[in-house]
């Protein structure tokens, strides 16, 4: 069955400081992975979403890596603000016209001052 | 802004009773989308709605239906409440075709059944 991890330790980092946060998969061919911000109590808000046929993309401070290969993506936050504090959750999608996702657990980042 | 809006943030049933969780979008979005979330399992797809009196089925329907009679509305039915279904409920939706694929979440209902 199709299988997404993501650390589900808390990644603890000073600000400042490059947060990178890894998201594996198995049994699947996703056509884009996207991620996702979510704060306490919240709903998932969209951040970026990258496709399997490319391999890295920006978006101000944040990075995403695509390794089909690897079946891993890996998202960067650079210079890291005690505001980015929340969870951060991939999602995969097929091509099936449905746009349905299967979503990762989430890592839970915190940037200390 | 795109704003998806859930009908309660809390809600306490009993077992039993029957729940209705209520979503409305305002962005004219055809694919609307059922989720629960738990600790340690993620968000997890119940149903989905692609257009007016369509359906899906998610990965875990069981115990749950739903209904789209409008556009901007997407209802999920727990017809028997049992404590296995207390969870955080997240709806959202989404335009069709190519782009970015994005979800526009609401906020969450935090259901405790007892």
């Known amino acids: 069955s199709q299988k997404i991890e993501q650390n589900s330790e808390a990644l603890n980092i000073q600000e400042g400081k490059t947060a990178t946060l890894t998201c594996n998969y198995t049994n699947y061919s996703p056509a884009y992975l996207q991620w996702y911000r979510q704060d306490p109590g919240r709903g998932p808000v969209f951040l970026l979403l990258i496709r399997e046929n490319e391999k890295e993309k920006r978006k101000e401070r944040l990075k995403v890596t695509f390794d089909t290969t690897l079946k891993q993506s890996l998202f960067h936050i650079t210079a890291s603000q005690p505001a980015d504090s929340a969870t951060y959750l991939c999602a995969l999608g097929a091509d099936t016209g449905f746009q349905k996702l299967v979503f990762g657990t989430g890592t839970r980042l915190l940037v200390s001052p | 802004d795109v704003k998806v809006t859930q009908s309660s943030r809390y809600l306490v049933k009993r077992t039993g009773e029957k729940v209705f969780l209520e979503c409305v979008q305002d962005m004219d979005h055809e694919n609307m989308f059922w989720y629960r979330q738990d600790p340690g399992l993620g968000l997890r797809l119940i149903y989905f709605?692609?257009?007016?009196?369509?359906?899906e089925k998610g990965d875990i329907p069981e115990g749950y239906s739903v209904s789209r009679e409008k556009k901007e509305r997407f209802s999920l039915i727990l017809e028997s409440a049992s404590t296995n279904q207390t969870s955080m409920y997240l709806c959202a939706s989404s335009p069709p075709g190519t782009g970015t694929y994005e979800q526009y979440f609401g906020p969450g209902t935090r259901l405790t059944v007892t």
């Open positions: 709605s692609y257009d007016v009196k369509m359906k």
